[in-house]
């Protein structure tokens, strides 16, 4: 069984880690003050939660560079009818059910889901992808034939002159 070479070392990968960490603490802090000084428009919570959209994009990145060494090589397929989005794969294989727990609507909730332990999604990610609840290819399309060029078709074919 192949698998694939850590894309990053372990160690930067640390260090990128804390530093998100550092910067989600901050982050906190900073609503915290700004509440007690005021509290929350719809805008600023707006504003608040894309930052927190940010943050999550890089966690689940690092949640996948983790998982990384662990999954085998997948092979592009041969002849896609449809081209594979990256970003599109990205998410199926990090899944709703694991996408819903780092978003919640109360960004103290989404802050502390955001700041959970990497090894536990790490684990449920590699838990979860050999259950095959992913769609790690994308399916190929194949065209329908329309309904209205079929009913004209058989127009034509019934209304050809008998030449017998």
Partial sequence: MRFNAPPISEHRLNRYHRWMLLWLTWFAAFLKNARAFAP???EA???AHQWLDRIERLLTNIVLLRAAPH???MNAPRHSSRRRIETHMRRAIFGSAMRRTLRSNDLNQRIAALSQDVGVL???LLKRLPRGLTRRRPHRVCPEARGV???IADAEAALAPNTS
């Fill in 40 to 42: 929350f428009s719809a």
């Fill in 45 to 47: 919570t707006a504003i």
């Fill in 71 to 73: 999954v085998r090589v």
């Fill in 122 to 124: 790490v684990q449920c």
């Fill in 149 to 151: 060029a079929r009913a």
